[in-house]
């Protein structure tokens, strides 16, 4: 398997424009977590969902952040409008509930930079 | 939620073994401890889980006493390349998303 896959590693916009960040989960995978990594606040969960439901977005800083789920190999991220302080690492992270195990697999991280 | 407490920074030098222990007072009965790492520029990387006593996998130990309130993840040997952040974690089996990563400890491994 290939992994979780995001894109786009590297998102640079300017401040007020829409920003929409991609995740593939591994296949099979019945949850899917999107966390925001800063030097200050360290690794946030913003949302996450199972079997493609959102289940807690009490994480999620305001009503400019937005995630969806059409599917289960698919979700995204979107930021309208975009600010300087959501500059950030966006990681998307998939787990399998039945292996018991509170183990997540990561994505290698959207680096948002908003001018 | 049980709640974590580890140091924020640890040095060592190549070939040592590195001991990291994490404070967890509240843990509750059904918690697992949960160790993750995470390189520069990297997502986070799960290592082990344990319950209690001693758990051994091809990267790590996991010693937990008897009590539960705490832990000690330990690096044995360690390299250049064990340079990271390392979380401690404490969750239900499958807690998902409970589980709060917190700040870490950023080991440092010196040649």
């Known amino acids: 398997d290939a992994g979780v896959i995001q894109s786009p590693r590297h998102e640079v916009t300017e401040m007020g424009q829409e920003v929409t960040l991609r995740c593939k989960p591994i296949?099979?995978?019945?949850?899917l977590f999107w966390y925001r990594q800063t030097m200050m606040r360290g690794l946030e969960l913003l949302i996450y969902?199972?079997?493609?439901?959102?289940?807690?977005d009490s994480g999620m800083p305001e009503d400019r952040f937005s995630a969806k789920m059409p599917n289960a190999s698919f979700s995204t991220l979107k930021i309208q409008p975009s600010e300087p302080r959501d500059s950030a690492v966006y990681f998307c992270?998939?787990?399998?509930?039945?292996?018991?195990?509170?183990?997540?697999?990561f994505g290698p991280g959207t680096r948002l930079t908003v001018t | 939620l049980a709640k974590t407490t580890q140091p924020i920074s640890m040095d060592s030098y190549e070939g040592q073994e590195v001991n990291i222990t994490c404070s967890h007072n509240?843990?509750?009965?059904?918690?697992?401890i949960t160790w993750y790492q995470q390189f520069p520029s990297q997502g986070p990387r799960f290592i082990i889980q344990?319950?209690?006593t001693k758990v051994t996998n091809e990267v790590a130990s996991l010693f937990i006493p008897a009590d539960r309130k705490s832990s000690t993840l330990s690096l044995p040997r360690v390299s250049l390349s064990d340079t990271a952040v390392y979380y401690c974690l404490v969750g239900d089996r499958g807690s998902q998303g409970n589980l709060i990563f917190g700040k870490g400890t950023k080991l440092s491994v010196k040649p």
């Open positions: 296949s099979g995978h019945d949850y």
């Open positions: 344990g319950y209690k």
């Open positions: 992270a998939s787990s399998l509930w039945s292996s018991g195990a509170n183990e997540q697999y």
């Open positions: 509240n843990i509750a009965t059904n918690d697992y």
């Open positions: 969902f199972n079997n493609n439901v959102p289940i807690d």
